[in-house]
């Protein structure tokens, strides 16, 4: 496609169920990002995959979050027995290579927990 | 952290003036983006500009650097309503940039 693509663009969930977010980057990027942005804040970090290498999953909060990338493409988030605090918009972003500091992010899921 | 802060947090102006908003990071870099965001959805890469270079134009957009301060600032000139957003600075020294909170800018027609 031509630019990122993020699903579903807004997910309403009760506390306690498990979630999956997708990012379909852009085709050829090898960077793919997953950050979290909560209302009126910058965004935070969570995950970074590069090509086959193995992802950086620094900015993860905790054990409910986990990422995969599969076949070097579409990645999903999942977030196990969500809390309210997890309600936030998460934004995917990608990169190539050779231009590596010049993201091209995704409209974004907007996750609620109620 | 290489965290980008920008300021001020909110900045309302009336059509036609310029606004400016300024970027202050911690440590050294390789560059500083500067993104737009609308309505809290992505983010659009506006302007890159590397630790080399003190100042850039695109369009309507000035941006410049002094990597003695540690310091940026976006000078969007004669600005539109459509320039309503959140702008974010990005500053880049690994592979993952690290954005601030933003300025929110409000253009008033």
């Known amino acids: 496609g031509a630019g990122v693509s993020q699903s579903p663009s807004n997910k309403v969930t009760e506390k306690g169920k498990d979630v999956e977010l997708r990012c379909d980057p852009i085709?050829?990027?090898?960077?793919l990002y997953w950050y979290r942005q909560s209302l009126g804040q910058g965004l935070e970090f969570l995950i970074y995959f590069q090509g086959n290498s193995a992802p950086d999953k620094s900015g993860l909060p905790s054990d409910r979050f986990s990422a995969e990338r599969t076949g070097g493409s579409v990645s999903t988030l999942t977030i196990q027995r969500t809390q309210q605090e997890d309600s936030a918009v998460y934004l995917c972003?990608?990169?190539?290579?050779?231009?590596?500091?010049?993201?091209?992010f995704g409209p974004g899921t907007r996750l609620t927990v109620l | 952290s290489q965290q980008g802060e920008e300021d001020p947090q909110a900045l309302s102006i009336q059509e036609g003036e310029n606004a400016t908003m300024n970027c202050s990071y911690k440590t050294s870099i390789n560059n500083l983006q500067w993104y737009r965001q609308n309505s809290g959805r992505g983010l659009v890469h506006l302007i890159l500009?590397?630790?080399?270079?003190r100042e850039k134009h695109s369009g309507r957009l000035r941006v410049t650097l002094d990597t003695s301060k540690k310091s940026s600032s976006l000078l969007i000139t004669a600005s539109r309503a459509a320039d309503t957003a959140s702008y974010f600075c990005?500053?880049?020294?690994?592979?993952?940039?690290?954005f601030g909170r933003g300025t929110s800018l409000i253009v008033h027609p």
């Open positions: 990005a500053a880049g020294g690994s592979y993952i940039p690290t």
């Open positions: 972003a990608s990169s190539s290579r050779a231009r590596v500091d010049e993201q091209f």
């Open positions: 085709s050829g990027h090898t960077a």
């Open positions: 500009i590397r630790s080399n270079e």
